[in-house]
């Protein structure tokens, strides 16, 4: 997680200086606050997550409540109100939401379950992946650096996540 730590503080610095300099414009100045709050408790819940002991008797109950907290950040940002002129990357937020939620669940049932299921593991590693990935894929846009498929369509390329 701390790739995807530094790529987001990189990204949202970048991103923030980029919509700073679109303006005052009140819409698109809520965007990078409601951006930059995301990113900054996104980065607080993985520097928590991966401060926990794991030979702490309460580490799996810890990093599920951080987990559920990152569910909500992710939810949170589902539901941010993007600018009009970036209205076609609300889907891709949806998708991480939505990958996000999957992966939490996934995390739950394989720790709360009497037994560790690999495949449960793999595939909560993956959901989060693919969360992650969009959140990345749409701070890429937003810097205008994105030079993989069309995300006009909601879907991003899955290409580097193997798929189980």
Do not use: W
């Not at 987001?8 to 414009?25: E, H, N, P, Q, Y």
């Not at 109100?81 to 739950?108: I, N, Q, R």
């Not at 749409?138 to 580097?160: C, H, K, P, R, W």
């Amino acid at each position: 997680m701390k790739n995807k730590k530094a790529s987001l503080m990189a990204g949202i610095l970048i991103v923030s200086a980029l919509l700073t300099g679109c303006g005052a414009d009140p819409e698109i100045t809520q965007f990078k606050n409601d951006l930059d709050s995301f990113c900054e408790k996104v980065a607080e819940l993985d520097e928590a997550i991966n401060a926990i002991d794991a030979e702490d008797e309460n580490a799996t109950s810890l990093a599920l409540g951080y987990l559920d907290k990152l569910d909500v950040e992710f939810q949170n940002f589902a539901e941010m109100d993007f600018p009009e002129e970036y209205d076609y990357l609300e889907s891709l937020a949806d998708e991480a939401g939505a990958y996000m939620t999957e992966s939490v669940t996934s995390y739950h049932s394989l720790y709360e379950s009497d037994e560790y299921d690999e495949d449960t593991a793999t595939y909560a590693r993956e959901t989060s992946a693919r969360a992650f990935k969009r959140v990345q894929v749409i701070l890429d846009v937003l810097q205008g650096e994105y030079t993989g498929e069309d995300t006009s369509s909601g879907n991003a390329d899955d290409s580097d996540v193997s798929q189980g």
